[in-house]
């Protein structure tokens, strides 16, 4: 599993008198041991550049030719580092430089990070593709009480880690469904009783390396999840 190195803090003496770190601008062939870290954040999603910030001597700052992608669609630049200080001048650690888009991605997604001294490429496969589930046969989300439903799930990295969860429009209880695996679909069969319900099928996956060359890569929080309301009757 990947470790994700944690922002350094350094103790600063009252009255805001202590070691100072310099930030540098820097192409990425410059930084040591480089880390692309990707996270979904809402509908966003953000690649950070992490680093060893006692190796750099302080914090990074993004080159000004530096650019991404993920697929085609033109990656954002949201933060470019540089040290955060508090309201005493003391130095709290490093804003990791950050990249990102809203659109969503489409598998099985690729991404570059580059400037003038290094392109940074990686595939990020299904993991971030928006999830989708449908009923077999396709149709309304109408069902009979204590019916087995069967959804198909996309993508299917995913069913191993899915859970199952049931809540009525009447109740605050969400209630798990037991459920079974058969190829691309989950099938699963609801509680007796009639009336409208929430249906949350949710999962995540551990931290985990991705394939790149230029850097280390890694995909951290997935999570994997869809909802719809159902009508029992």
Same mark, same amino acid.
């Given at each position: 599993?990947?470790?994700?190195?944690?922002?350094?803090?350094?103790?600063?003496?009252?009255?805001?008198?202590?070691?100072?770190?310099?930030?540098?601008?820097?192409?990425?062939?410059?930084?040591?041991?480089?880390?692309?870290?990707?996270?979904?954040?809402?509908?966003?999603?953000?690649?950070?550049?992490?680093?060893?910030?006692? !190796?750099? &001597? =302080?914090? $990074? @700052?993004?080159?000004?030719? %530096? *650019?991404?992608?993920?697929?085609?669609?033109?990656?954002?630049?949201?933060?470019?580092?540089?040290?955060?200080?508090?309201?005493?001048?003391?130095?709290?650690?490093?804003?990791?430089?950050?990249?990102?888009?809203?659109?969503?991605?489409? !598998?099985? &997604? =690729?991404? $570059? @990070?580059?400037?003038?001294? %290094? *392109?940074?490429?990686?595939?990020?496969?299904?993991?971030?593709?928006?999830?989708?589930?449908?009923?077999?046969?396709?149709?309304?989300?109408?069902?009979?009480?204590?019916?087995?439903?069967?959804?198909?799930?996309?993508?299917?990295?995913?069913?191993?880690?899915?859970? $199952?969860?049931?809540?009525?429009?009447?109740?605050?209880?969400?209630?798990?469904?037991?459920?079974?695996?058969?190829?691309?679909?989950?099938?699963?069969?609801?509680?007796?009783?009639?009336?409208?319900?929430?249906?949350?099928?949710?999962?995540?996956?551990?931290?985990?390396?991705?394939?790149?060359?230029?850097?280390?890569?890694?995909?951290?929080?997935?999570?994997?999840?869809?909802?719809?309301?159902?009508?029992?009757?």
């Amino acid at each position: 599993m990947v470790k994700i190195r944690p922002l350094v803090f350094l103790l600063v003496a009252h009255g805001g008198c202590g070691s100072q770190r310099e930030d540098h601008v820097m192409e990425l062939a410059d930084i040591p041991d480089p880390e692309l870290v990707l996270r979904r954040i809402g509908p966003s999603t953000i690649i950070e550049l992490h680093f060893d910030s006692d !190796a750099v &001597g =302080g914090c $990074v @700052i993004l080159a000004p030719d %530096l *650019a991404g992608r993920i697929d085609a669609t033109a990656l954002t630049i949201s933060q470019r580092g540089g040290s955060e200080i508090n309201t005493d001048g003391g130095w709290l650690g490093c804003n990791w430089p950050m990249l990102g888009t809203t659109q969503p991605v489409v !598998a099985p &997604g =690729g991404f $570059v @990070i580059e400037d003038s001294s %290094l *392109a940074i490429t990686g595939a990020i496969g299904d993991f971030l593709a928006p999830r989708r589930m449908t009923p077999v046969p396709d149709g309304p989300w109408t069902f009979a009480p204590q019916q087995t439903v069967v959804v198909r799930w996309s993508p299917t990295i995913d069913l191993p880690l899915l859970e $199952v969860r049931f809540r009525r429009a009447t109740s605050s209880t969400t209630n798990v469904l037991p459920s079974t695996i058969v190829g691309d679909t989950l099938s699963f069969t609801l509680p007796a009783g009639v009336g409208m319900a929430q249906l949350d099928i949710y999962g995540r996956h551990e931290d985990m390396d991705l394939p790149c060359s230029g850097a280390r890569c890694s995909l951290i929080n997935v999570f994997a999840s869809a909802s719809e309301q159902l009508t029992i009757q």
